[in-house]
């Protein structure tokens, strides 16, 4: 592995190389983003759709250890997602490499992008295929957007802080690693902690919320006022507990 400042290092150019991909680049690689967490979402639920009640612990132990599959194929194959841009570029920001109003695009153009992703997996392989349309993957997915938007706007927010703050590392471990096995390994574990504890990830939601949507179960009003919560908990997890305090630690002074 790198040491933790030559992964401040790393970490910081990779925010600059986001910023600097043109809009074609960003909007292709934000959608397989999308895409990407939300077929590790469908993998998960349908694990835990067809585990027995009495091992539904083992159910969701098995489902949160397939999630990943999602992030690794983003950091090692390529693509763009918007929770760990939020470090990546807040980094190169904090270090004065880039503007705000650079940072704030490119989060801008990879959510939508992402979004977009999570609307094309959710229509066309989620309701079209019927991946989540049908019996008890249709239930699971029902009782995953519920527990969504069941939460309150405080729950939301410090759930996704606590979820950006695990895919933070994840990225941090994944750039601080020198070979495939190692960053796999690095992603692996915090994001299948993140999701064994049910924190809340806003390209996840926009999945699941949106393929609720299209099962006729919820509303816009519903998915903005989970969404925007989570998101800005997001943002407080990747900025304010991973890049800030490294930046702070590794770069800042040295």
Do not use: R
Request: some cysteine; glycine content about 12%.
């Amino acid at each position: 592995m790198y040491t933790p400042s030559e992964t401040a290092v790393i970490c910081e150019q990779k925010g600059i190389e986001k910023v600097k991909k043109n809009l074609v680049a960003k909007l292709l690689l934000g959608f397989i983003g999308g895409a990407m967490i939300s077929l590790g979402y469908v993998a998960y639920m349908k694990i835990v759709a067809t585990t027995p009640e009495k091992l539904s612990f083992l159910g969701t132990l098995l489902g949160a250890s397939v999630f990943p599959i999602g992030l690794i194929v983003i950091l090692l194959a390529g693509g763009e997602l918007v929770t760990g841009n939020m470090v990546a570029v807040s980094l190169a920001w904090l270090n004065k490499k880039i503007s705000l109003t650079e940072v704030l695009e490119n989060w801008l153009v990879i959510t939508l992008a992402n979004l977009v992703g999570a609307l094309f997996v959710a229509f066309f392989f989620g309701h079209i295929v019927g991946l989540t349309s049908k019996g008890a993957f249709l239930h699971e997915l029902l009782t995953v957007s519920d527990a969504k938007v069941a939460a309150t706007p405080l729950q939301a927010f410090v759930s996704g802080i606590g979820c950006n703050w695990f895919v933070g590392l994840g990225v941090w471990l994944s750039y601080g690693c020198k070979d495939s096995m190692g960053k796999i390994a690095g992603i692996w574990f915090p994001i299948m902690i993140f999701v064994l504890l049910g924190f809340q990830h806003s390209v996840a939601n926009m999945f699941v919320l949106s393929d609720a949507m299209i099962e006729g179960h919820l509303g816009i009003g519903a998915f903005f006022a989970n969404i925007i919560p989570v998101y800005l908990g997001n943002i407080v997890g990747g900025v304010g507990f991973v890049a800030f305090p490294y930046f702070m630690s590794y770069q800042k002074g040295h």
